[in-house]
T-cell receptor, first 109, second 112 residues
Framework: GQQLNQSPQSMFIQEGEDVSMNCTSSSIFNTWLWYKQEPGEGPVLLIA?????ELTSNGRLTAQFGITRKDSFLNISASIPSDVGIYFCAGQGGNQFYFGTGTSLTVIP | NAGVTQTPKFQVLKTGQSMTLQCAQD?????MYWYRQDPGMGLRLIYYSASEGTTDKGEVPNGYNVSRLNKREFSLRLESAAPSQTSVYFCASTGQGAHGYTFGSGTRLTVV
């Protein structure tokens, strides 16, 4: 299957700090998605990106579709304790989405 | 609430036992998927059904079978469970106009 490299693997940050994570692929994707998974739950869609260069925000979250179409970035500003969870990127190839291995975020109050 | 419903939420099996994981969606989505999630490996696709009446293998299909019972329901069967199938299983669906997948809340399966 397609390999998506997501980094960092984990982050421990202080409440109020900004967070950046990214996802890279060896393949070109037409769609990038970012999901958040909380303990005991399934992933929930945060942001969808459909065009190279697109920058989209959802509250304190901002994501970008890389110009090369092989990468995407997610930023969280002014983190709060409820941001804790695992963040997954996903790229669409054909009729499937391929997922990164996730970034585990811990926010220290 | 509209969404994807998975049952059961938890299950413990003995090696060699069989079981079926159920999934149903009420969003009129055409496509449904089964993933497994293991620590450090993200979500790996087991099987998917692009539309009612069709099923295809994903990345890790060995040891599993699926049935697309109708447009709403997509079940995953383990015929002879093995400890390597201990995992969290997620069902997802998508359709025209949908943004990405909608996931169920998962089934945590332990095979002893």
């Amino acid at each position: 299957g397609q390999q998506l490299n997501q980094s960092p693997q984990s982050m421990f940050i202080q409440e109020g700090e900004d967070v950046s994570m990214n996802c890279t692929s060896s393949s070109i994707f037409n769609t990038w998605l970012w999901y958040k998974q909380e303990p005991g739950e399934g992933p929930v869609l945060l942001i969808a990106l459909y065009k190279a260069g697109e920058l989209t925000s959802n509250g304190r979250l901002t994501a970008q579709f890389g110009i090369t179409r092989k990468d995407s970035f997610l930023n969280i500003s002014a983190s709060i304790p409820s941001d804790v969870g695992i963040y997954f990127c996903a790229g669409q190839g054909g009729n499937q989405f391929y997922f990164g291995t996730g970034t585990s975020l811990t926010v220290i109050p | 609430n509209a969404g994807v419903t998975q049952t059961p939420k938890f299950q413990v099996l003995k090696t060699g036992q069989s079981m079926t994981l159920q999934c149903a969606q009420d969003m009129n989505h055409n496509s449904m998927y089964w993933y497994r999630q293991d620590p450090g490996m993200g979500l790996r696709l087991i099987y998917y059904s692009a539309s009612e009446g069709t099923t295809d293998k994903g990345e890790v299909p060995n040891g599993y079978n699926v049935s697309r019972l109708n447009k709403r329901e997509f079940s995953l069967r383990l015929e002879s469970a093995a400890p390597s199938q201990t995992s969290v299983y997620f069902c997802a669906s998508t359709g025209q106009g949908a943004h990405g997948y909608t996931f169920g809340s998962g089934t945590r399966l332990t095979v002893v």
